[in-house]
């Protein structure tokens, strides 16, 4: 039997995986969430299944009132330890209180799964696969000296990603490039966070531009 190396078995990993059963509604959702919980549980059972095993690190960017975590994820080999993959740059945010820290790490690890694996999510709610990219250039809404309310900063970010996926065809090349936006993006960012409604919109909206990558990267093998 000839042994697999990570890549190899990285590619079962992906092909092996399940999809992700999303969450129920909560009052005010306008889509079923996608947990944390539930993506990590099918990309754990595919990794340690391919013997592979992820391991996180976390770093914080402490602003004004809010915290951003950043994960670099390690998926390592267990069988040659030496041989592992990095994946880079997934955030999340949360608020300056003692449960801030927990929800940025657990957002941020959420997307760092779902760039290393492609996971399926069983998205029906939507027609993401026929959407036509953004081809004007961003633009911020002016706001007077004003801070955007979180709608604002949703709609912007989305257009934002759009662009930024546009023609791409590697998912974690798209969480890479969107690593700089991030940065600059940071208000933005946390005013989408402090609601419920807008952070589902913009979740969604990346998981979608996850599915067009990979049809795209498909349709170009």
């Known amino acids: 039997m000839i042994e697999k190396n990570i890549y190899q078995k990285l590619k079962s990993a992906c092909e092996e995986a399940g999809y992700v059963k999303k969450g129920e509604k909560k009052a005010g959702m306008p889509f079923n969430p996608l947990l944390a919980d539930n993506v990590k549980k099918v990309a754990m059972e595919s990794l340690l299944k391919n013997g592979l095993y992820p391991l996180c690190n976390y770093t914080t960017d402490i602003r004004e009132n809010f915290v951003m ?107 890479k490039n969107l690593n700089p936006l991030r940065k600059e993006y940071l208000s933005e960012l946390h005013q989408i966070n402090s609601d419920l409604i807008q952070q589902a919109r913009v979740d969604q909206e990346e998981v979608s531009l996850h599915k067009q990558i990979n049809k795209r990267k498909d349709n170009n093998e």
């Open 69 to 175: 975590i950043n994960c670099d994820m390690k998926i390592v080999n267990v069988e040659k330890p030496n041989e592992f993959i990095e994946i880079n740059g997934s955030s999340g945010f949360g608020k300056l209180d003692k449960y801030g820290t927990g929800n940025g790490m657990t957002y941020a690890q959420k997307y760092a799964f779902l760039s290393a694996l492609n996971l399926k999510t069983g998205i029906i709610d939507e027609d993401g696969y026929n959407t036509e990219p953004f081809k004007k250039e961003i633009t911020r809404p002016k706001t007077n000296g004003k801070t955007k309310s979180p709608k604002i900063s949703a709609d912007e970010w989305i257009v934002v990603m759009q662009n930024a996926a546009q023609n791409e065809t590697s998912v974690g090349r798209f969480e």
